[in-house]
T-cell receptor, first 113, second 111 residues
Framework: NAGVTQTPKFRVLKTGQSMTLLCAQDMNHEYMYWYRQDPGMGLRLIHYSVGEGTTAKGEVPDGYNVSRLKKQNFLLGLESAAPSQTSVYFC????????????FGPGTRLLVL | KNEVEQSPQNLTAQEGEFITINCSYSVGISALHWLQQHPGGGIVSLFM???GKKKHGRLIATINIQEKHSSLHITASHPRDSAVYIC?????????????FGKGTHLIIQP
């Protein structure tokens, strides 16, 4: 039982490049989330999903797209990376609602030059 | 804008001291979470509260819904409690269904 895993752990991109961050959970959770953490800003919600095939915008969705084609996976895409997207990205999941315990992945550190 | 405020931002204490971290929020919520972020970066959920009080080992979390305030207490603090403690809320009503976070309290327990 791996919990929540994230791939990759660290990545360096040049401005304008694209990439996809993968989040996987093996707990059969319905809800999945993508957060970013920046110094002095705390964690902020980017996008979330309440079930397979659904996605919704969070607080800071601009510049990101997401997909939830399979219940266990939640992908975060950057189509054209910008330096402002340099951050640590955390994925999380919860069983049925955001009022339940959230389980976090280890994070992905992204540097955009 | 809905705000989650934590105090203090930084706290240094001696081993064995009783620690209190405070969290206040501005509008109605359906749940409040306390999280711990280790120095290595990993985030662990400590408590989820919608009312009252919860206890787990040396950690106690309380919430007062009417006053829009929650506290996290650590009894008999230990250097291994050194971490960032984060309060997060789920707002009632419509809108994003994820967590809204405070900026965290950086706790250092000295031996």
């Amino acid at each position: 039982n791996a919990g929540v895993t994230q791939t990759p752990k660290f990545r360096v991109l040049k401005t304008g490049q694209s990439m996809t961050l993968l989040c996987a959970q093996d707990m059969n959770h319905e809800y999945m989330y993508w957060y970013r953490q920046d110094p002095g800003m705390g964690l902020r919600l980017i996008h979330y999903s309440v079930g397979e095939g659904t996605t919704a915008k969070g607080e800071v969705p601009d510049g990101y797209n997401v997909s939830r084609l399979k219940k266990q996976n939640f992908l975060l895409g950057l189509e054209s990376a910008a330096p402002s997207q340099t951050s640590v990205y955390f994925c999380a999941s919860s069983y049925r609602t955001s009022r339940e315990t959230q389980y976090f992945g280890p994070g992905t550190r992204l540097l955009v030059l | 804008k809905n705000e989650v405020e934590q105090s203090p931002q930084n706290l240094t204490a001696q081993e064995g001291e009783f620690i209190t971290i405070n969290c206040s929020y501005s509008v109605g919520i359906s749940a409040l979470h306390w999280l711990q972020q280790h120095p290595g970066g990993g985030i662990v959920s400590l408590f989820m509260l919608s009312s009252g009080k919860k206890k787990h080992g040396r950690l106690i979390a309380t919430i007062n819904i009417q006053e829009k305030h929650s506290s996290l207490h650590i009894t008999a603090s230990h250097p291994r409690d050194s971490a960032v403690y984060i309060c997060a809320v789920v707002y009632s009503g419509g809108g994003a269904d994820g967590l809204t976070f405070g900026k965290g309290t950086h706790l250092i327990i000295q031996p």
